[in-house]
Every structure is written in structure tokens, then in C-alpha cells.
Nanobody
Framework: QVQLVESGGGLVQPGGSLRLSCAAS????????MTWYRQAPGKERELVAR????????NYPDSVKGRFTISRDNAKKTVTLQMNSLKAEDTAVYYC?????????WGQGTQVTVSS
């Protein structure tokens, strides 16, 4: 059974940090590209960070570049998103996604709220 379970969300003040984790099971994790997305109320889901199979390739949109860092541990089957200098506009539900060719899997999401 395929599972992606996100954790680490919560309430943080502007300028603070959070570390999200996504634990994978039920598929060959090391062969899947891993991506973090987020969706704020009333907005479309957007890509936040992507990492290739061997961590050699990462991609970020300008909105989070320099503040967010994605990493993966293929031995532990986890992908992590370190988020620093958080802003109110980073408030959203964060999802991890695994993708390989036509196959893709999503986690259930974890809420991140940035507010004073």
C-alpha cells in the first residue's frame, strides 16, 4: 500500500522556521522525483520545491528561492522541506508528491500557518 505521510506543520511567527517531513512507503522511493506543493485558501496548488532522484537536482520558484531547501534520504525514504524566513503568504496546506513517468502519489497534506 502506497503511503506518503507529511508532518511538521504548525503555527509559526513571521520570520520563523519550520521543517516539514514526508515519509514514504509502498513504492521504490529512490526511483521517484519528489516534490512539495502548497495550496492556500482560494488559490491553486503551486509547486514549492522539487528534487531529483539522487539529490543532484533541485528546483524552486522565485517566491521561496533562498528561503526553502528540499532534501531527501533514500535510505530512510523521506523528503524534507526546511523553510526559513517564513512570511504570512507562505500560509497554506503543504503536500508532498512522488512521481515517476505516469505514476504519481500524493500525501494528505500538513497545515502551515504563519501569523503573529
Amino acid at each position: 500500500q502506497v503511503q506518503l505521510v507529511e508532518s511538521g506543520g504548525g503555527l509559526v511567527q513571521p520570520g520563523g522556521s519550520l521543517r516539514l517531513s514526508c515519509a514514504a512507503s509502498g513504492f521504490t522511493f529512490s526511483t521517484y522525483t519528489m516534490t512539495w506543493y502548497r495550496q492556500a485558501p482560494g488559490k491553486e496548488r503551486e509547486l514549492v520545491a522539487r528534487i531529483g532522484l539522487d539529490s543532484g537536482s533541485t528546483n524552486y520558484p522565485d517566491s521561496v528561492k533562498g528561503r526553502f531547501t528540499i532534501s531527501r534520504d533514500n535510505a530512510k525514504k523521506t523528503v524534507t522541506l526546511q523553510m526559513n524566513s517564513l512570511k504570512a503568504e507562505d500560509t497554506a496546506v503543504y503536500y508532498c508528491k512522488a512521481a515517476r513517468n505516469e505514476n504519481s502519489y500524493w500525501g494528505q497534506g500538513t497545515q502551515v500557518t504563519v501569523s503573529s
